[in-house]
């Protein structure tokens, strides 16, 4: 079993930054792959980046390549995304999320547990 809670959300200007964490708990945060994804108001969740058990593989969305920056320490079991220049299409509400599998991180159906979310607001 793993539980994540998100944390680091706010508002902010357009050009400015934010840094989401993501706490888990579980003996075996290490092993899973783990994906920030976001949901903007009236539309789908989206894939947003994805890190792999090692830390040694990362893979953005086209539209925050460049901007965004996903890491995690896993002696203090938590994911980590560094936003910078964000703009108003960022807003929406960040997730994290776990995955035991290795195929198809840009998906949500791959992912096993969730958090509850973190809203994200930047403003023009």
């Known amino acids: 079993q793993v539980q994540l809670v998100e944390s680091g959300g706010g508002s902010v200007q357009a050009g400015g930054s934010l840094r989401l964490s993501c706490a888990a708990s579980?003996?075996?945060?290490?092993?899973?792959?783990m994906g920030w994804f976001r949901q903007a108001p009236g539309k789908e969740r989206e894939f947003v980046a994805v890190?792999?058990?090692?830390?040694?593989?990362?893979s953005y969305t086209d539209s925050v390549k460049g901007r965004f920056i996903i890491s995690r320490d896993n002696a203090k079991k938590t994911l980590y995304l560094q936003m910078n220049s964000l703009k108003p299409e960022d807003t929406g509400v960040y997730f994290c999320a776990a995955a035991m599998g290795t195929l198809r991180l840009d998906s949500q159906l791959t992912y096993n547990y969730w958090g509850q979310g973190t809203q994200v607001t930047v403003s023009a």
């Open positions: 890190v792999t058990w090692t830390g040694g593989s990362t």
């Open positions: 579980g003996r075996t945060f290490s092993r899973w792959a």
